[in-house]
């Protein structure tokens, strides 16, 4: 044998209760008893969806997809396919789902293992600018099925069995959504798209897009079919040209090869799509804004209801979703709404794309089960967090999300569990902070964002997140006061009752689970006038140690002098030159310089 | 008349026949990721010298194909090699000199660049 092959386990549920645990111990055996231990990988992955043939084992390269192991079967498997090179057809799973295709290229590797990509299937896989890379991967096939063996009601009756909810962050049911729309009687309806991704952090759309902007389209298109739409309407921010860019030349190329315009695929069914931009504004992301700026008017929630599937675009019916809820909808039409149902909890089916950010050695774009724990996510996909610092807290949900610290790292990612938790699942931004980090600061960061982005329409969003912006601030710089965490609780708790937008609800989430989950670090910031992360400038001092050599290094480099001391001698920092800087800090070679 | 389903059957079949005519079979396939944040950390300067290679440079059997993201933003750039009947490899990192680099070791000579791999 001169291949080396790696193999994947499916560690779902379902296939661990029909004995997946014994397989992987007599597969190490066999690999053990043939000395075959370092030419084949082991790989774990989460449910990877066909759990009705498992336990379910794929070997790479080659991509062979076995089910319904048994004991012998591993035997044979181990002597037959990874000795002789012969896979064994027997035990072949014929199925081809449309997410199979990551598997086919990434499954072999341990980011990728725990992942299961349905929204992200061809992300980093096909040409993006060639509408036949997406044609060949069984693309426009949804549609086509749809079109053919689907009525509307049917395609939405699909939806509701999947199961599938919104993953722009609030979680409404999608089929739901989708009939709502549907059952408004009126010969005007439009799809939006809503690709107006603002939170800080978050790159899941643009990558989305960027990656695969077909799928998107498709979506549309299906969703035009079931609800009765000619138009739809994408809407992006101009801050993304290059996914602008490729969604312009995919909507080219769908014209061209008839998927998009009059008589779709040939058949009666007529819908057309459109690019508007959005100018950056984080409130456009919420749908009745979006709707506002998408008019002319200027981007500002208004109260609902009506909801947008009842009076939206121009006061007509409109279906909203997500960049990627449309990615996912492809998918539920092809391999069916039971299927995608299979994936997931009880409650969330599917899965869902986080921008992983922060402290973590891999920063990147995932997708994961939905039920995969948190403590997943970080250490085997993130692989842990760099610098053999420790894990402090993970925040959730961008601006509006939560701070979750340690005890929740067993919490499974769901909308429910993160909820009860004290976060959000929020739109897919999650940000791993260290213990370098200091919550206080964290939480006046989101604040001084969501407060800058504020439309101002209601008083206590656009006053009272600038008041405690202000508290936040003068707590960092060591000027709090007794009562200042109250205040916070009580401004906090009065914003998010008495704003219109999820804005303005959300917005004092980060602060409030800093305080429910770090309130020593508040106390002692006010209390004690210390920053244990020695983060907030005001609250350190830097000192030069015994370690110090004399060489000047860093009174050279003190851009405000504030470093005195002669050559070969023990220099001084003065503390009331100093502004903390920390370049003294970086520039010694010795360690000499202590911040305290 | 064909239904939807069977137009998108055959419009799947001319596709898969223009990405073979287009060189898909050859022995070796590499993808060069081109998302905004490869572009940012420098893949166009990669795809340039694969793409002179090809061009200019004598590579042949060689497939070029630029991909989305594939999720591993901290080691982009990323170029993967699809070679026929091995495991694909993925290098992270890759800077036009180590693109010549791969060219010239790993896609002329087969000698894969383990240092740069993404494992």
């Known amino acids: 044998m001169d291949t080396t092959y790696a193999i994947t386990l499916c560690e779902g549920t379902s296939c661990m209760q029909q004995g997946m645990r014994h397989l992987s111990a007599v597969l190490d055996e066999q690999l053990e008893k043939h000395g075959l231990k370092d030419r084949v990988k082991i790989n774990i992955s989460g449910c990877l969806g066909m759990c009705h043939k498992g336990p379910i084992m794929v070997v790479n390269p080659g991509y062979t997809l076995y089910g319904g192991l048994k004991e012998a079967d591993v035997v044979q498997i181990v002597e037959e396919h990874l000795i002789k090179g012969r896979p064994i057809a027997r035990l072949v799973i014929e199925e081809d789902h449309l997410f199979n295709r990551f598997f086919r290229i990434f499954g072999d590797v341990n980011f990728f293992g725990k992942q299961m990509r349905i929204a992200l299937r061809n992300c980093g896989i096909i040409d993006p600018e060639n509408i036949d890379n997406y044609l060949a991967l069984r693309g426009y096939e949804a549609l086509a099925k749809a079109l053919t063996d689907m009525t509307p009601q049917g395609v939405i009756d699909e939806l509701k069995t999947s199961g599938l909810r919104g993953r722009g962050g609030a979680g409404f049911p999608t089929g739901l959504k989708w009939q709502f729309t549907a059952d408004q009687d009126n010969d005007e309806k439009y799809v939006i798209c809503n690709a107006d991704e603002g939170d800080p952090g978050a790159f899941m759309d643009r990558s989305a897009i960027e990656g695969d902007p077909h799928t998107v389209l498709e979506g549309m298109i299906i969703g035009g079919y079931a609800i009765g739409a000619t138009q739809g309407i994408i809407y992006i921010r101009a801050e993304y040209p290059l996914a602008i860019e490729r969604l312009e030349k995919a909507i080219d190329q769908a014209r061209e090869h008839g998927l998009l315009g009059d008589n779709i695929l040939d058949t009666d069914f007529c819908f057309d799509l459109e690019i508007r931009l959005g100018a950056g504004a984080f409130v456009c992301g919420e749908e009745t804004a979006l709707i506002q700026s998408i008019e002319g008017g200027r981007g500002m929630p208004r109260p609902r209801p009506p909801y947008p599937s009842v009076s939206g675009l121009f006061g007509k019916p409109t279906l909203i979703n997500n960049v990627e809820t449309w990615a996912n909808i492809p998918v539920v039409i092809v391999d069916g709404g039971e299927w995608f149902s299979s994936i997931g909890t009880e409650k969330s089916k599917g899965t869902k794309v986080f921008a992983l950010a922060g402290k973590v050695v891999n920063t990147g774009l995932i997708e994961v089960p939905m039920g995969t724990t948190l403590r997943e996510i970080i250490y085997d996909i993130g692989g842990g967090i760099p610098n053999g610092k420790s894990f402090k807290a993970i925040q959730t949900g961008g601006p509006s999300g939560g701070c979750l610290p340690a005890e929740y790292l067993d919490t499974p990612v769901d909308y429910e569990s993160l909820a009860e938790a004290g976060s959000i699942m929020g739109s897919g931004g999650m940000i791993v902070i260290d213990e370098d980090s200091c919550m206080v600061d964290i939480a006046k960061f989101f604040l001084e964002f969501t407060q800058s982005e504020s439309c101002g329409k209601c008083t206590p969003c656009r006053e009272g997140t600038k008041r405690m912006f202000e508290i936040l601030t003068r707590i960092t710089e060591g000027k709090g006061c007794e009562g200042d965490i109250e205040k916070l609780e009580r401004l906090g708790d009065m914003i998010q009752k008495s704003s219109l937008c999820g804005l303005g609800q959300s917005a004092p989430n980060p602060v409030l689970s800093t305080i429910k989950n770090f309130r020593e670090e508040y106390e002692e910031h006010i209390r004690d006038h210390i920053c244990r992360a020695k983060v907030c400038t005001s609250l350190i001092a830097y000192k030069v140690n015994d370690a110090c050599v004399g060489c000047g290094a860093c009174k050279r480099a003190c851009p405000v002098h504030a470093i005195s001391g002669r050559t070969k001698q023990k220099h001084t920092i003065d503390q009331t030159q100093c502004v903390r800087c920390g370049i003294c800090f970086t520039t010694c070679k010795f360690n000499a310089i202590d911040k305290i | ?119």
């Open chain 2, 1 to 119: 008349m064909a239904n939807a389903l069977d137009v998108i059957r055959k419009k799947r079949a001319e596709a898969v026949g223009r990405i073979i005519s287009k060189g898909y079979l050859s022995n070796k396939r590499v993808y060069v990721g081109m998302a905004t944040c490869e572009m940012a950390a420098g893949s166009k300067e990669v795809m340039k010298v694969f793409r002179d290679a090809v061009t200019q440079g004598g590579l042949t059997d060689v497939y070029l194909s630029q991909k989305g993201c594939a999720g591993r933003c901290n080691l982009e750039p990323t170029v993967e090699v699809v070679e026929a009947g091995k495991l694909p490899v993925r290098y992270g990192k890759i800077d036009a000199q180590k693109a010549q680099e791969i060219v010239d070791k790993h896609l002329k000579h087969g000698q894969v660049i383990n240092e740069w791999v993404i494992d």
